[in-house]
C-alpha cells in the first residue's frame, strides 16, 4: 500500500490526485482543539485509530484514478466519519 502524505500529496489514489489534508489536531473555532474536547477514552478516538491502522482502505484510494473537480477529503476522514455515524 502506498503511504499517505497529509499535505495532500497522492495517497496511491491514482494519477496526481490529491486529497485534502488530514489535520485531526487543528485548531478550530468552537472546541478549541479536538484533543481537548474529547475524552481519551471517546469511541471516536478508537475508531480513528482503527481507520489508520487496521483497515485497508487501497480501494477507495484507487477509485480516484482520474483528477477532476475540488480536492476530495482524505478517505480516512470519510470511513472514520461513516463509521461513527453507524
Do not use: C
Request: aromatic share 10%; charged share 25%; net charge negative.
Amino acid at each position: 500500500m502506498d503511504s499517505v502524505v497529509d499535505d495532500g500529496v497522492e495517497a496511491g489514489g491514482g494519477v496526481n490526485k490529491r486529497f485534502r489534508a488530514l489535520k485531526p489536531a487543528a485548531v478550530m473555532l468552537v472546541p478549541p482543539s479536538l484533543d481537548e474536547w474529547l475524552p481519551q477514552n471517546h469511541l471516536s478516538r478508537f475508531i480513528a485509530d482503527i481507520a489508520e491502522t487496521q483497515l485497508d482502505l487501497q480501494k477507495f484510494y484507487a477509485s480516484y484514478a482520474k483528477s477532476k473537480g475540488q480536492s476530495p477529503h482524505d478517505p480516512r476522514l470519510m470511513v472514520r466519519v461513516m463509521l461513527y455515524e453507524y
